[in-house]
Nanobody, 122 residues
Framework: QAQLVESGGGLVQAGGSLRLSCAASANIFSSHVMGWFRQTPGKEREYVAAIRWGAGTTYYADFAKGRFIISRDKAEKMVYLQMNSLKPEDAALYFC???????????????WGQGTRVTVSA
């Protein structure tokens, strides 16, 4: 059974919105950080946003600031990524991941979901 499962991807027009969800069956503790990353063919995995599980402190990549919002529901063990004003360059496979501390480096996260695909039409 997958420990993290993403959902909510799909096709959206440029300028539109989409909300991604990540359901965790793995334990998530106050010290953990949950992150969202994305990847397109031929490119390395790219940091999008992160949230400290306990305090709820949020962090964003520059391209995500003002457009994306990361949030979590501790009781439900859910992580969300609300994406607004989507651009064609946002199209990618989006992953959620669990890490021990805040980082923008993918290798710092030990548990990953399978990803959910986001397509943005011009």
């Amino acid at each position: 059974q997958a420990q993290l499962v993403e959902s909510g991807g799909g096709l959206v027009q440029a300028g539109g919105s989409l909300r991604l969800s990540c359901a965790a069956s793995a334990n998530i503790f106050s010290s953990h950080v949950m992150g969202w990353f994305r990847q397109t063919p031929g490119k390395e995995r790219e940091y999008v946003a992160a949230i400290r599980w306990g305090a709820g402190t949020t962090y964003y990549a520059d391209f995500a600031k003002g457009r994306f919002i990361i949030s979590r529901d501790k009781a439900e063990k859910m992580v969300y990524l609300q994406m607004n004003s989507l651009k064609p360059e946002d199209a990618a496979l989006y992953f959620c991941a669990r890490g021990n501390s805040y980082s923008v480096i993918p290798s710092s996260y030990s548990i990953w979901g399978q990803g959910t695909r986001v397509t943005v039409s011009a």
